[in-house]
């Protein structure tokens, strides 16, 4: 079982920066792969970035360059700094742990986090 918590959102101009966190609960976390997915108003819940157990990571093309995923799993923790913010990356940001291959889709996922709320303003 894996507990996840968000933090870091808020209310930041285009061109900002803004890092949110994943807090997660449980022994086995480091053997996830944890996800970062986005949901604006009237949209489907997309895929931004994940994090692999081993390390590796992977971005949508929408934030490729401007988001960097991280993770200490010494502190049980996955971090998403995102930088040059635009008003098409408001939206809830959600966290997820996986041991799924399908990690584009949120079906792929079995634990999720609260959200956290990310508005950027022009």
């Known amino acids: 079982q894996v507990q996840l918590v968000e933090s870091g959102g808020g209310l930041v101009q285009a061109g900002g920066s803004l890092r949110l966190s994943c807090a997660a609960s449980?022994?086995?976390?480091?053997?996830?792969?944890v996800g970062w997915f986005r949901q604006a108003p009237g949209k489907e819940r997309e895929f931004a970035a994940i994090?692999?157990?081993?390390?590796?990571?992977y971005y949508a093309d929408s934030v490729k360059g401007r988001f960097t995923i991280s993770r200490d799993n010494v502190k049980n923790t996955v971090y998403l700094q995102m930088n040059s913010l635009k008003p098409e990356d408001t939206a809830v940001y959600y966290c997820?742990?996986?041991?799924?291959?399908?990690?584009?889709?949120?079906?792929?996922?079995?634990?999720w986090g609260q959200g956290t709320q990310v508005t950027v303003s022009s």
């Open positions: 994090s692999w157990s081993g390390g590796n990571t």
């Open positions: 997820a742990a996986t041991r799924s291959p399908y990690y584009y889709t949120p079906n792929g996922y079995n634990y």
């Open positions: 449980g022994r086995t976390f480091s053997s996830f792969a």
